[in-house]
């Protein structure tokens, strides 16, 4: 074992993305030393991210880790390790939840928040304002399509989409048709890295180490109640009498779970018996619909539309232009025919928020290599949620059928196990023990010094992206503990 390195920092923090850049940020500026431990690297600003080839057909940036799904099938989720996580990925969409999405539902199997939305509302306020959330002037191809839709049913509602773009990015034909699902070389997103870790990184009281991965939590040597270090893959210790988990939804229950199982509390539990449980990634569908006329509109991605019946879903445009859309044409259509098919084509993005079921989670099984490495698993079924699946399902033949009454064909293509952008839900926020892992600040119950600041603490996914609730969280979370610890 390597020896503890010296009081690196007052809180360190595993993982550089939304709940991680967020809390981060805010302990820096409350004065307190502050270590972040990120997996990965900082991205490239060569315009290789910008790539289609190299970002959509090669994957070049996302996880190649190995994991099974609940029935021992390989899988591969679409995880990324690099400085500011997904958020340098992310389609920018940056919704706060609705007051009712912070109550429970016990008939959609929604569970509700410790807090409500008044509590986290003005951390929503600072988190827009340091994204830089704006929003764009509907495109004229969107405009006609939105007001025919609602023509032909009233029920059809849209209202302009907070996007966290600067507005320079209307100047950078590129950037403008290459944000969703990549990432800016020019600095035109507001993300974890850019609106939170740089605004903090020539303090002296922070510490960013890239290329570090945290493998395990170790006890403070006061007892296995306290956490205290923690372990980097190299073997190296390091302790902070606060640390916070922010490795996001996939990975942050396993770091819990194998610290559980270390110190002898992983057998069934009256508490912390929902670690990794309750997975939740959204019921999603991409929908190319087509027209005759051709398409022209540029950032594309500009409104959110809802339907009063169905409550729990949206459908926001996909920021792809032509060239994008054509890639997500059926390989055996020949080329020429899918360029010319997506010149025509407007895509979009229907999301159904889906409800907790503690068999939908993330967990370790026994070494599935001969490096002894634990089998990683994410046992997730949609068949344990009906309610979800079936709203999905009428939700996206209403729009299809709408959209076919205002002359447009459309086809789907439903998200798959791996499509993880949206994972959250696996150490629940909750009032009580016995069925959440955090309490309302973010600490774990039962383990001192051990908090959760990532998109993990989300007790329902709701209607729209995840986001702007990860960093609200990671800045509410650090600005109570800040206060506790300036208090001692
Ligand atoms: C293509 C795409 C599009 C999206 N679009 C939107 C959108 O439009 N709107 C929206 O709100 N959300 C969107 N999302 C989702 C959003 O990006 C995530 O919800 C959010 O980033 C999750 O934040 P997090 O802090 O939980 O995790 P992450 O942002 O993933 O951060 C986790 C960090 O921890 C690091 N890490 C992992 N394990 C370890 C370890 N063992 N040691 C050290 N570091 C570790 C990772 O490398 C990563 O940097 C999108 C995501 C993707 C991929």
Redesign the pocket.
């Known amino acids: 074992m390597s020896p503890r390195s010296n009081d690196p920092a007052d809180v360190i923090i595993?993982?550089?993305?939304?709940?991680?850049g967020a809390a981060a940020y805010r302990l820096v500026l409350a004065g307190l030393r502050v270590l972040v431990?990120?997996?990965?690297a900082p991205l490239p600003h060569d315009g290789s991210t910008l790539d289609i080839q190299r970002v959509v057909a090669q994957g070049e940036f996302l996880s190649k880790e190995p994991w099974i799904d609940g029935k021992g099938n390989a899988l591969c989720p679409?995880e990324?390790?690099?400085?500011?996580?997904?958020?340098k990925?992310?389609?920018?969409?940056?919704l706060r939840y609705s007051p009712r999405e912070f109550e429970s539902e016990a008939a959609y199997s929604a569970r509700g928040w410790p807090i409500g939305h008044a509590d986290l509302a003005p951390y929503y306020d600072e988190a827009e304002r340091l994204l830089g959330v704006r929003t764009f002037d509907c495109e004229p191809d969107l405009q006609r399509i939105l007001a025919r839709l609602s023509a032909v049913n009233q029920a059809w509602q849209s209202s302009p989409l907070p996007m966290a773009l600067s507005s320079g990015i209307l100047g950078n034909r590129n950037e403008a048709t290459h944000f969703?699902?990549f990432a800016s070389a020019a600095d035109l997103k507001g993300d974890?890295d850019i609106s939170f870790l740089r605004l903090v990184a020539n303090r002296p009281n922070f510490t960013l180490r890239n290329n570090?991965?945290?493998?395990e939590l170790l006890p403070a040597s006061s007892g296995e109640s306290r956490v205290g270090a923690v372990r980097l893959a190299g073997g190296e210790e390091l302790q902070a009498p606060n640390i916070l988990l922010?490795?996001?939804?996939l990975?942050s229950p396993r770091?819990l779970s194998r610290y559980l199982a270390k110190s002898g509390r992983s057998a069934p539990l009256s508490d912390l018996g929902q670690v990794g449980r309750n997975l939740k990634k959204h019921v999603l569908t991409a929908l190319i619909a087509v027209s005759p006329s051709r398409k022209s509109d540029l950032l594309r991605k500009t409104m959110i539309t809802t339907h009063a019946d169905y409550p729990h879903s949206s459908v926001q445009p996909l920021g792809f232009d032509g060239e994008l859309i054509a890639t997500l044409v059926p390989k055996l259509v020949p080329r020429i025919v899918a360029r010319l098919f997506g010149r025509h084509a407007y895509g979009f993005f229907l999301q159904t928020e889906d409800g907790s079921h503690a068999d939908n989670r993330v967990s370790e099984g026994p070494a599935a290599t001969t490096n002894g490495a634990p089998a990683r698993i994410m046992d997730y079924d949609v068949g344990r949620i009906p309610a979800s699946v079936s709203e999905h399902r009428a939700f996206t033949r209403a729009f299809r059928r709408d959209l076919f009454r205002l002359g447009m064909l459309s086809f789907t293509q439903p998200t798959g196990l791996n499509g993880t952008?949206?994972a959250?839900g696996t150490l629940i926020a909750g009032k009580d023990a016995r069925d959440a892992v955090v309490d309302a600040d973010g600490a774990v119950f039962g383990i001192a010094g051990l908090y959760v600041v990532?998109?993990?603490i989300l007790p329902r996914s709701s209607r729209v992206?995840?986001?702007?609730s990860?960093f609200a969280w990671g800045l509410r979370v650090a600005d109570r503990l800040a206060n506790r610890l300036r208090q001692k």
């Open positions: 595993i993982g550089s993305g939304a709940g991680g431990l990120e997996k990965g679409e990324h390790f690099n400085l500011g996580g997904k958020t990925w992310y389609g920018a969409a940056v969703d699902g974890a570090t991965e945290v493998v922010a490795a996001g939804a990975h770091l952008a949206h959250v990532d998109g993990s992206n995840p986001s702007l990860i």
